[in-house]
């Protein structure tokens, strides 16, 4: 993860793309590895926030990838929406 470096800081600024520890119990952490070891799920980020100790959060979930007719669909869905885009334009 990527942590932008303190701008008024010195020398012995942290590293900006070093691993961070993800806190969680030991129930939490079974059920994620259960998921993406038996049924394919994937560790995905839902949502990052700052508290106010300057903490960052993240709340992650398990999901499953699309389908490969869900991706055609979004693609062409995509491929639709930039086609009418560069018709308004002219």
Same mark, same amino acid.
Request: glycine share 6%.
């Given at each position: 993860?990527?942590?932008? #470096?303190?701008?008024? %800081?010195?020398?012995?600024?942290?590293?900006? =793309? =070093?691993? @961070?520890?993800? +806190? $969680?119990?030991?129930? /939490? +952490? @079974? !059920?994620? /590895?259960?998921?993406t070891k038996e049924t394919g799920f994937t560790i995905i980020p839902i949502r990052m926030f700052l508290?106010?100790? %300057? +903490?960052?959060?993240?709340?992650?979930? +398990?999901?499953? %990838? !699309?389908? &490969?007719?869900? !991706? *055609? &669909?979004? $693609?062409? /869905? !995509?491929?639709? *929406?930039? #086609?009418?885009? *560069?018709?308004?334009? *002219?």
């Amino acid at each position: 993860m990527h942590v932008t #470096e303190y701008f008024y %800081g010195s020398y012995n600024n942290h590293n900006v =793309r =070093r691993d @961070r520890k993800l +806190l $969680l119990n030991k129930k /939490e +952490l @079974r !059920k994620l /590895e259960r998921g993406t070891k038996e049924t394919g799920f994937t560790i995905i980020p839902i949502r990052m926030f700052l508290n106010e100790h %300057g +903490l960052a959060k993240v709340v992650v979930a +398990l999901a499953k %990838g !699309k389908k &490969q007719y869900d !991706k *055609r &669909q979004s $693609l062409k /869905e !995509k491929d639709d *929406r930039r #086609e009418m885009d *560069r018709m308004f334009k *002219r």
